[in-house]
C-alpha cells in the first residue's frame, strides 16, 4: 500500500447538484475525535444518530444523521464516518470545509496548507484531504473489503443502462463471479503442485502425474473454463453493449427504421434524399442488453453529394461502419431491379467489405416490404438472399430484426446466474485459454517438458489473478479506479 493510500479521506458521496438529502463520507484511521468535534458527542458505532452538525463557533451547520463505523466493519476497512445533510450544494461544501478544519486546524484550511506543513500542532486528524475519484472503493479493495473484479462491479451497478445489467452487476458484486474464478484458480493451483512435486523429485519411481490423473484434471478445467468463457461474454454484451450502425443508400428508409427501433421520432423523416447529415445515436434495449443505434447520412459517392456538409457526413458514416459491432445494411425492396439503383447497392456491398464488414458483423435488411409497388421478383430475391424483410412503417419485421441482432451480438438469453463483466476479465480469461491449451499438448506428447508445463500454468494461473487482482499493478489500479465517480 502506498503512503498515499493510509492518508485519511474527505468528499461528497452523492451526485452533484441539488437534492432533498446529500451525504459527506470520511474514511481513515482513528475517525471517532473527528465526529465528536464535528457533531458535539460521542457516537455509538453503527447507529444513526441525529444531530446538529457544528462550526468552528458551535453553530449548527445543518442537522441530519451521522453514522460512524469503527475499523474494519465498514465498506473502505478503515473507520468511516458519513453525515447525511440537507443535499444543497453550499452546505455539503461546508461540511467537507469544517472536516478540513477540524482535522488540519482553521489556520490550514484558509492557508489552503496541508495538514503536514504544521499549521496547527496537535491536528485531530493530520493528512485529511480530498478524495480522488474511487479512492474509497480502491481502500476496500486494499484492505481486501472487496476483491477487484466486485470493486468494478460497484461501478457498473452505479452504471447500469438495463435492469438486466443492474441484476448482474449486483450478482457480481456479492462474489459469484469471483467465486468461479477463484473455484478455477484452486483446482489450477492443487494441478500445478503435483507438476512442480515432479520437477522436485525426479528421480521418484512412481509417476506423480499418471497416477493423480493431471491430463484428466487438465481437461476438467479447461471445460469449466469453457463454461465461465461462455458466461463472461455475456456479461460483457450486458455491460457494454452493441453498437449498431444503419447503413445504406440515401432515402432507403434508414431514419424511419430508427425511430422504429426506439418507439420514438429521434431522426428526421422526410422525402428529400439526404436529410440525414450527420451520424444519429440513440441508447435502446432489447430484452435488457443495451443497444447504441446510429443513423447515418445516405452512402455515396463523393461527387454525388449535395454539398460539402453531406461529404462530410459520408465521411463520418463510414467512420461509424469501422468502429460497429453489426451493420445493417438497407436496402428499398420496392427500387430493387432499378438498374441505378441495384448498381450503387452493389458498390455499397463491395465497400463495406473493403471496410472490413464481413458476413459475420453485417446484417442485409430489405424495407418497404409492405410498399404496394413491391414486385413478385422483389419478394423472390430476398427470400433468397436471406435478407430479413421489414417496413419502419408498418412495424412488420421488427420483432425478428430485434432477434436477429441479438444473435448477430452472441446473445443467449439471459440465464441464471450471469453476472456483469468486462472486455479486461474476457481477455484474461482468454489468455488462460491458450495457456491450458500449450500446457494440454505437452501432457499429451510423447516426452512432456515439465519445465514447460509448469511454465504455461503458471501463466495460466497468473492470468486468473488478474481477474481478481491478487497479481495486479499499481498502474492497472489507477485505470480502473480514475472511471469511479468522486465519493465512491
Known amino acids: 500500500m502506498l503512503p498515499r493510500d493510509q492518508d485519511p479521506i474527505v468528499a461528497v458521496a452523492t451526485a452533484p447538484g441539488r437534492g432533498a438529502v446529500g451525504i459527506v463520507r470520511v474514511s481513515g484511521r482513528a475517525l471517532a475525535p473527528l465526529a465528536q468535534a464535528l457533531c458535539g458527542q460521542v457516537l455509538?458505532?453503527?447507529?444513526?444518530?441525529?444531530?446538529?452538525?457544528?462550526?468552528?463557533a458551535g453553530q449548527p451547520i445543518d442537522q441530519g444523521l451521522a453514522l460512524y463505523f469503527a475499523a474494519p466493519h465498514s465498506y473502505t476497512g478503515e473507520d468511516v464516518l458519513e453525515l447525511q445533510a440537507h443535499g444543497g450544494p453550499v452546505v455539503l461544501q461546508m461540511l467537507v470545509q469544517r472536516c478540513l478544519e477540524v482535522a488540519q486546524g482553521p489556520a490550514a484550511v484558509a492557508d489552503g496548507l496541508d495538514a503536514s506543513e504544521g499549521s496547527n500542532p496537535h491536528p485531530l486528524l493530520p493528512g485529511l484531504r480530498l478524495a480522488e475519484p474511487g479512492e474509497f472503493?480502491?481502500?476496500?479493495?486494499?484492505?481486501?473489503?472487496?476483491?477487484?473484479?466486485?470493486?468494478?462491479?460497484?461501478?457498473?451497478?452505479?452504471?447500469?443502462?438495463?435492469?438486466?445489467?443492474?441484476?448482474?452487476?449486483?450478482?457480481?458484486?456479492?462474489?459469484?463471479?469471483?467465486?468461479?474464478?477463484?473455484?478455477?484458480?484452486?483446482?489450477?493451483?492443487?494441478?500445478?503442485?503435483?507438476?512442480?512435486?515432479?520437477?522436485?523429485?525426479?528421480?521418484?519411481?512412481?509417476?506423480?502425474?499418471?497416477?493423480?490423473?493431471?491430463?484428466?484434471?487438465?481437461?476438467?478445467?479447461?471445460?469449466?473454463?469453457?463454461?465461465?468463457?461462455?458466461?463472461?461474454?455475456?456479461?460483457?454484451?450486458?455491460?457494454?453493449?452493441?453498437?449498431?450502425?444503419?447503413?445504406?443508400?440515401?432515402?432507403?428508409?434508414?431514419?424511419?427504421?430508427?425511430?422504429?427501433?426506439?418507439?420514438?421520432?429521434?431522426?428526421?423523416?422526410?422525402?428529400?434524399?439526404?436529410?440525414?447529415?450527420?451520424?444519429?445515436?440513440?441508447?435502446?434495449?432489447?430484452?435488457?442488453?443495451?443497444?447504441?443505434?446510429v443513423d447515418t447520412a445516405g452512402l455515396r459517392e463523393a461527387h454525388e453529394a449535395a454539398d460539402e456538409v453531406e461529404r462530410i457526413g459520408i465521411r463520418r458514416s463510414w467512420e461509424a461502419i469501422r468502429s460497429a459491432d453489426a451493420v445493417l445494411f438497407v436496402r428499398d425492396l420496392s427500387r430493387m431491379g432499378q438498374s441505378d439503383y441495384d448498381r450503387a447497392d452493389a458498390a455499397i456491398l463491395a465497400k463495406l467489405r473493403e471496410h472490413g464488414v464481413d458476413e459475420s458483423r453485417m446484417l442485409a435488411v430489405f424495407n418497404k416490404a409492405d410498399a404496394p409497388a413491391v414486385e413478385s421478383a422483389a419478394k423472390s430475391a430476398w427470400a433468397s438472399s436471406g435478407a430479413l424483410p421489414v417496413s419502419a412503417k408498418s412495424g412488420?419485421?421488427?420483432?425478428?430484426?430485434?432477434?436477429?441482432?441479438?444473435?448477430?451480438?452472441?446473445?443467449?438469453?439471459?440465464?441464471?446466474?450471469?453476472?456483469?463483466?468486462?472486455?479486461?476479465?474476457?481477455?484474461?480469461?482468454?489468455?488462460?485459454?491458450?495457456?491450458?491449451?500449450?500446457?494440454?499438448?505437452?501432457?499429451?506428447?510423447?516426452?512432456?517438458?515439465?519445465?514447460?508445463?509448469?511454465?504455461?500454468?503458471?501463466?495460466?494461473?497468473?492470468?486468473?489473478g488478474d481477474i481478481t487482482g491478487q497479481l495486479s499493478a499499481d498502474d492497472l489500479l489507477g485505470v480502473i479506479f480514475s472511471s469511479f465517480c468522486i465519493g465512491k
Open 137 to 293: 472503493t480502491r481502500r476496500a479493495f486494499l484492505n481486501d473489503k472487496l476483491d477487484l473484479a466486485q470493486a468494478e462491479a460497484v461501478a457498473d451497478l452505479i452504471d447500469a443502462g438495463t435492469q438486466a445489467a443492474a441484476r448482474s452487476a449486483a450478482r457480481s458484486l456479492q462474489g459469484e463471479f469471483s467465486a468461479r474464478i477463484d473455484a478455477l484458480a484452486q483446482r489450477l493451483l492443487h494441478l500445478r503442485m503435483l507438476v512442480e512435486a515432479t520437477l522436485d523429485f525426479p528421480e521418484e519411481e512412481i509417476d506423480f502425474l499418471q497416477k493423480a490423473d493431471a491430463l484428466g484434471q487438465l481437461r476438467g478445467i479447461v471445460a469449466a473454463l469453457n463454461d465461465v468463457l461462455a458466461q463472461t461474454r455475456q456479461g460483457v454484451l450486458l455491460r457494454e453493449g452493441l453498437r449498431v450502425v444503419i447503413a445504406g443508400q440515401p432515402n432507403v428508409g434508414k431514419s424511419s427504421l430508427l425511430n422504429a427501433l426506439a418507439g420514438q421520432e429521434v431522426a428526421i423523416v422526410t422525402p428529400v434524399a439526404g436529410t440525414t447529415r450527420d451520424r444519429i445515436e440513440q441508447a435502446l434495449q432489447i430484452e435488457g442488453v443495451p443497444l447504441h443505434v
Open 396 to 464: 412488420q419485421g421488427l420483432p425478428e430484426l430485434k432477434h436477429a441482432l441479438l444473435e448477430r451480438a452472441g446473445w443467449q438469453g439471459l440465464p441464471e446466474g450471469v453476472a456483469i463483466a468486462r472486455t479486461r476479465h474476457l481477455q484474461a480469461l482468454q489468455r488462460c485459454a491458450q495457456h491450458l491449451a500449450f500446457a494440454q499438448a505437452q501432457l499429451v506428447g510423447a516426452s512432456p517438458a515439465l519445465d514447460l508445463l509448469a511454465e504455461e500454468l503458471r501463466l495460466a494461473h497468473q492470468a486468473l
Open 44 to 56: 455509538k458505532a453503527r447507529y444513526a444518530t441525529y444531530t446538529p452538525f457544528l462550526d468552528a
